[in-house]
């Protein structure tokens, strides 16, 4: 497969581990700040075109996978619940870096708790569903104040 890697997603920082499968070799660090531009950078440097990474279904995973799609990479993303889950009773102090190797060793063991990701159309729609739901909630409230300015109670 070439490449094998675990992301942790935070939102100032970016924490990985990979490991290449054809060779060893294994590198971990932070990608900082956690944005598109930063990503695409070290995606860029990476510079492989066969490889995936594994990611929890957390704040941000959009982009990610976008990104990781974009340069050629297979994106997993897991169910967060069940991944905890599979790490056992928990004997020391949880760290970013072992969060990003754990994700690492479940896709490299086929054991990855897998959820789905939307399609580009879905996303898109998702999203517009939010922001309907969310003007519409402002205009009720704007209704409300409205009526409680023109119509106080007890007149």
């Given amino acids: ?7 942790d997603l935070h939102r100032r920082q ?23 531009q930063s990503l695409r950078e070290w995606l860029a440097e990476l ?6 990474f594994a990611l929890e279904a957390t704040t941000g995973w959009r982009f990610v996978v976008e990104e990781l799609q974009r340069a050629g990479l297979e994106a997993h993303v897991a169910e967060p619940a069940d991944t905890r889950a599979l790490r056992g009773k928990k004997r020391r102090a949880k760290t970013d870096r072992a969060d990003a190797r754990h994700l690492r060793d479940l896709l490299l063991a086929g054991s990855l708790p897998e959820s789905w990701i939307p399609t580009e159309f ?3 729609l998702r999203t517009q569903v ?5 003007l519409i909630d402002q205009r009720s409230g704007w209704i409300r104040r409205v009526r409680a300015q023109c119509f106080p109670p007890g007149m």
Avoid: F
Avoid at 47 to 52: E, I, K, N, V
């Fill in 1 to 7: 497969m070439g490449i094998v890697g675990g992301l």
């Fill in 14 to 36: 970016i924490t990985y581990d990979w490991l290449d499968t054809t060779n060893g070799e294994t590198k971990r660090g932070v990608i900082r700040p956690a944005t598109r």
């Fill in 47 to 52: 510079a492989r075109t066969d490889g995936a």
């Fill in 122 to 124: 879905i996303a898109d």
């Fill in 130 to 134: 939010r922001l309907r739901k969310s």
